[in-house]
């Protein structure tokens, strides 16, 4: 919508770059192009504002198809004013000088003459065809026969209109037909789900019997190890047990040994000493043999006196006296 303003009886329009405005005063054309700003007075002008943007147009309508089922399609149109000064001259693009504002509804017009040339063409196209292929293929085929459709129109570029794109955005069947259309599918791919489901457990059964087949593997070779590591225990017992052995044996014939000898040696040192102490005694006795017997009384009373206790007092009768006198006279003599 143009900006327009007052100022002392006159007015000035400012309108956008995608705003064909057509100014005519008298009947004469004054203005014409987009995005302009003038002045004017508003009880000799006569303004048209045509946009000359691309604008689209969203339809959806319902149809039926061959096999007489009911399908509601949603499709947009995208579309431009190639032409402002036809479509002023066909389409009431006036504006209000005070307000700037439409006086007519233009676009309401175009969007009427394009649903309706559109949806006349999908129709026709939709009519000829199944639901099964309206679903699969209808999308393409109805936008083409939409296309080719406007671009044949002929009040279109006699309105100064031109068609950009068309897109089919969708065609849907009524709720419960969508339902049942979805059913068999739905069953399919929950076939599938089960199959795959029966297949994950049965490669994890698989895998749970492989799992215990190594376990118990695992513990035969466990119990054949223990088994080789007890008779290996048991033969390094007995080996150990013949080696504690050998070496007692050696041990104790080492002590016999040691004893014969340390016996043998005594035996020995016993036999020189009793050779010793026998040549000693011999040789004592030589002695002594060769002595006067008195001397060895007197030696023999040394001895003893030597070897008694301590004698405090000694009384000597007169016959020991005299006899030992006598004795002793006898050996002078």
């Known amino acids: 919508m143009a900006d327009i303003t007052r100022r002392l009886g006159w007015r000035h329009l400012r309108s956008a770059p995608t705003a064909h405005i057509r100014h005519h005063t008298r009947g004469k054309l004054v203005h014409d192009g987009p995005g302009l700003s003038f002045w004017f007075r508003s009880l000799t002008a006569a303004l048209s504002e045509v946009p000359v943007s691309d604008r689209e147009l969203a339809m959806a309508f319902h149809a039926r198809t061959a096999d007489f ?7 947009t149109v995208t579309y431009r004013i190639s032409d402002p000064a036809v479509a002023a001259a066909r389409l009431d693009f006036s504006v209000d000088p005070d307000s700037g504002s439409w006086r007519g509804a233009p676009l309401e017009q175009i969007a009427t003459l394009l649903t309706e040339t559109a949806q006349q063409h999908a129709l026709d196209t939709l009519a000829r065809i ?8 209808g999308v393409s085929a109805v936008r083409s026969r939409i296309a080719t459709g406007l671009e044949s129109e002929p009040r279109l570029p006699a309105t100064g209109i031109e068609v950009v794109a068309v897109r089919v955005v969708a065609i849907r069947p009524e ?13 399919q791919i929950q076939q599938e789900a089960d199959r795959a489901t029966y297949q994950r457990r049965a490669v994890a059964v698989e895998r749970e019997r492989a799992i215990a087949e190594n376990e118990l593997a695992s513990r035969i070779e466990l119990a054949r190890q223990e088994e080789q590591l007890v008779d290996q225990r048991g033969t390094n017992a007995r080996r150990e047990a013949e080696e504690l052995a050998a070496a ?16 043998r040696a005594e035996a020995e040192a016993a036999r020189a000493v009793g ?22 009384h007197a030696l023999a009373a040394t001895r003893l006196a030597e070897n008694v206790p301590r004698i405090e007092s000694l009384t000597v009768s007169p016959d020991v006296l005299t006899g030992m006198l006598a004795r002793l006279g006898g050996g002078a003599s």
């Open 275 to 296: 050779e010793a102490r026998a040549e000693a005694q011999a040789a004592w006795l030589r002695v002594h043999g060769d002595v006067d017997p008195a001397t060895l």
């Open 69 to 75: 089922q009911d399908v509601t399609l949603q499709a």
């Open 175 to 187: 709720a419960d037909v969508e339902r049942a259309l979805r059913t068999p599918a739905r069953e």
């Open 130 to 137: 199944p639901l099964a292929e309206a679903l699969v293929d």
């Open 248 to 263: 007692d044996g050696v041990k104790a014939e080492a002590e016999a040994t040691r004893a014969v000898r340390l016996a």
